[in-house]
């Protein structure tokens, strides 16, 4: 038996895991299958890398294994905290004076790369915040709803129960919020159903076309981009403008940027950190 990876299994492995997620592993990082895939290559009874792939290639179910492996799912409540006051303070205000000015009907967000959910679930807090505090009201009552997706079923899976532990609770959560829209299950936090009746959850692969999910005013593509290789990065980010509506709003992680992949954003300046806006020449 070796769990160690030969240059043509890596090889093999890097073009499967390309192919199906888009995740750009660089050659420098055998590391990484070896580490995050020796588990699932044991549990099926494999002698190497080689016999491995082999198996892969004719399981589905194990495919999807793969890629939870192989997809980073780091995430926090509230994640650097200016996407959040950013809305809190601009974006939904004036979306919210929209609807009262009878210009528009509703706002559609889309969480992009969901994972277990904190960010859908912190943009529908801030949400609540307002509404709470008699502010952006026109966005309640069904107005405002988070799409939120992912590629991996495991993670959606935790995100559908809104039940977390205390250690990802403790992950960005103020302790004010965390005691208004948590229960106490024995050690679990139980997310309010206000909070969770804002958010669809579904799974989807942001290599496929995003015709079926229809147009966002604001789109959530957060430290997901990062793993991507250059063509589909720029494939990605014409794919995000055309599904977002005239002005819409795009965040990206912190450490992103749209540099080099697109020219249809504007990139827009608050306090905090920044933003894009879909330019009109994009339209
Ligand atoms: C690091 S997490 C980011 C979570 C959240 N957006 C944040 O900023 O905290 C990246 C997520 O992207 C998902 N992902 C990776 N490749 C993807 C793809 N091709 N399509 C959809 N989601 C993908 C992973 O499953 C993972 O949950």
């Known amino acids: 038996m070796s769990l160690t990876i030969t240059s043509t299994e890596f090889g093999l492995f890097q073009q499967f895991i390309e192919k199906e997620c888009g995740i750009s592993i660089g050659d420098e990082k055998a590391y990484l299958i070896e ?46 905290t200016s996407p959040y006051a950013i809305l809190k303070e601009q974006i939904f205000p004036k979306l919210a004076q929209e609807i009262q000015e009878g210009k528009r009907r509703q706002v559609r967000i889309w969480s992009a ?73 024995g ?3 139980v997310l309010d159903p206000s909070i969770r009746q804002m958010v669809q959850f579904q799974q989807m692969n942001l290599m496929n076309s995003f015709d079926s999910i229809g147009k966002f005013d604001i789109i959530m593509l957060r430290n997901v981009a990062i793993y991507f290789s250059t063509e589909f990065k720029i494939n990605l980010f014409r794919k995000i403008a055309q599904s977002l509506n005239p002005g819409g709003y795009l965040f990206l992680g912190a450490s992103e940027s749209m540099f080099g992949y697109s020219t249809d954003f504007e990139r827009l300046e608050a306090n905090s950190g920044s933003y894009y806006q879909l330019k009109r020449s994009a339209l």
């Open 35 to 80: 580490t995050r895939l020796s588990k699932l290559l044991l549990e099926n009874g494999c002698e190497n890398f080689g016999q491995f792939y082999t198996l892969v290639q004719q399981n589905a179910s194990l495919k999807n294994k793969i890629i939870d492996a192989m997809t980073t799912n780091e995430t926090l409540w509230f994640r650097d």
């Open 113 to 185: 790369a969901c994972s277990s959910g904190q960010e859908p679930y912190s943009i529908s807090m801030i949400a609540h915040e307002l509404f709470r505090n008699g502010k952006a009201k026109e966005l309640d009552n069904g107005k405002l709803s988070i799409l939120a997706t992912d590629l991996s079923n495991a993670v959606l899976f935790l995100a559908k129960m809104g039940r977390y532990d205390p250690i990802s609770i403790s992950r960005g959560m103020p302790d004010d919020l965390r005691d208004r829209y948590f229960k106490q299950d």
């Open 187 to 189: 050690r679990v936090y």
